[in-house]
């Protein structure tokens, strides 16, 4: 899994067609593909953002890392609790969370 998010994140970030931070994930909702929720997010932004997500009908991805790495991983200098996709294939889409379900079940 962590080639394939790796990739779908720098293509996101290079095409601009994503938004960082909490709020703007709850923003911009409507016109997301993915949501991608660190490890060090807050209890009260992480359950706003699933209900938020469940009712846009827009599934939600849990990132195996802390805020700092998954900012690393957008490339930037600052943590990065939450991520929404805006552009991603759906064959992309259904691969990352197969592998993600694989992953659960072992």
Known sequence: MAKLLEK???DAMDDKKCSLGAKEVIGSMKNSKL?????S???NTL????ETATS???????????????????GTQFRISALSLKTLSE???KTLLKEVEEEIQQ
Do not use: A, D, M
């Open 47 to 50: 359950q706003k953002i699933q």
């Open 35 to 39: 949501i991608i929720l660190s490890q």
């Open 8 to 10: 779908i994140i720098k």
């Open 56 to 74: 846009s009908k827009v599934p939600t991805l849990n990132f195996k890392g802390s805020s700092v790495e998954l900012g690393r991983l957008c």
């Open 41 to 43: 997010i807050p209890k």
């Open 91 to 93: 064959t992309n889409l």
